[in-house]
């Protein structure tokens, strides 16, 4: 049977191909520590599960509106107005099979064969394939560490061009976990104001897990002007420990949003129906149990800074919100483990699954080479194993 150019182009994710060989490995019996997965280790509260099984119970199983039930489409609106300062009307809100969904949607919404999209480096793993998909060419744009990653009005404004279509924006950041400050979002809104026919795909999935002081700044909140140029997509499944729940939602200018629900209705129809009234619970009940997750994950946080500090020619910023570390391992590169020499970062990763048995993510599928992807979305006990061996496996090298 033929395979489409398209479809043999496209590399699988490196995230969840580590994920799943790890999963694979200790299913064999293998201790095998994983520090790749990027979901939550804590149980979905069962407030949101209750409501579920309610609404099934309920009979809320059948078709909804492609879009979303006006329930939960009005539970995101409040959330936008009580959260970031934002109104939206429900007319706005694009209820997806996951926040992945949502930004695939927006994409194929926007983009036209020829079209550029800014992509900031480091960056989440599918941005570049989802954009290739839709027809148009990534442009990666580097960030600098001693920068925190962030990009700079400078670079934006050099990155730019007669073709550039859309910029994506994520703060907090998967890989590096760092937010962009208010100053930071004021100076990269003075550029796109010049440009105005560049869009902002905004992926705020990790908003609320932020530490610390740090607080999470919306880009149209500070720049009311650019608001209809915006796309924002957020999630449950980061904030309440749902990834397997899939569901993301999008706002944006009621036209636009009518495109992605016209899209969706070609490919998913809506997102599961029941899972969408746990949603409305999730995101419009109590959040008491965000408080201690976050103050947990900071707590790990600190643990895995710690240990890493501790790692000869290993550097680590510290990251102000989600749960990763992108750990700057370039000092390793070129040594010998003994019977291999450590070319790339993707020969680290390897090397510290299969020996060390430690799974990680390596650097270059983020556009970082050179650096490995830890999550701390894991127990304190793990983390402390894990880095243990990653310093053993210094002390290898020659």
């Given amino acids: 049977m033929k395979i489409s150019k398209r479809a043999a182009s496209l590399q699988p994710s490196v995230t969840l ?37 309610e609404a099934m119970n309920q009979g809320h199983i059948g078709y909804t509106m492609v879009r979303g039930i006006p329930q939960l489409r009005e539970a995101i609106c409040t959330k936008f107005k009580n959260d970031n300062g934002l109104d939206y009307a429900p007319d706005e809100i694009v209820v997806s099979c996951g926040a992945k969904h949502s930004l695939y949607l927006a994409l194929q919404a926007m983009i036209d064969p ?16 989802m954009v ?11 960030t600098k560490p001693e920068e925190q990653f962030l990009l700079s009005a400078a670079q934006l404004e050099a990155a730019i ?19 962009y400050t208010k100053e930071r979002l004021l100076e990269l809104a003075e550029v796109l104001r010049r440009h105005p026919d560049v869009a902002v795909i905004c992926d705020d999935i990790y908003e609320k897990l932020v530490f610390d002081d740090t607080v999470f700044y919306s880009l149209p909140a500070l720049a009311p002007d650019l608001k209809d140029r915006c796309v924002l997509v957020n999630g449950v499944s980061k904030t309440y420990a749902m990834t397997g729940w899939r569901l993301g939602y999008a706002a944006a200018p009621a036209p636009f949003a009518k495109m992605m629900d016209t899209l969706q209705g070609q490919m998913t129809s809506n997102a599961t129906t029941f899972v969408q009234w746990a949603s409305v619970e999730a995101i419009g009940g109590t959040q008491d149990e965000l408080k201690s997750w976050v103050q947990t994950y900071q707590t790990r946080r600190d643990l895995m800074l710690s ?56 650097g270059e599928a983020f556009g970082a080479p050179g650096f490995l992807r830890f999550s701390y979305a894991t127990s304190n006990e793990v983390i402390e194993k894990a880095m243990d061996r990653i310093a053993q496996a210094a002390s290898r090298l020659s």
């Fill in 307 to 362: 240990k890493l500090a501790q790692i000869p020619g290993v550097k680590a910023g510290k990251p102000q919100g989600a749960f990763y570390i992108l750990a700057d391992f370039r000092n390793w590169l070129g040594k010998s483990n003994g019977s291999k020499v450590m070319e790339s970062d993707l020969d680290l990763a390897a090397w510290l699954l299969e020996d060390l048995l430690v799974a990680c993510v390596p």
């Fill in 132 to 142: 290739e998909l839709a027809g148009g060419d990534a442009v990666i744009v580097e």
């Fill in 17 to 53: 191909a580590i994920s799943g060989k790890a999963k694979q490995m200790k299913a064999a019996g293998q201790d095998v520590l994983s520090l790749s997965a990027g979901e939550p280790d804590f149980k979905t509260p069962s407030r949101i599960c209750e409501a579920a099984v």
């Fill in 161 to 179: 061009t007669p073709k550039t279509r859309a910029l994506m924006l994520n703060s907090p950041s998967n890989p590096t976990g760092m937010v």
């Fill in 114 to 129: 020829g079209d550029e999209v800014l992509v900031p480096a480091p960056y989440w793993v599918s941005y570049p394939p």
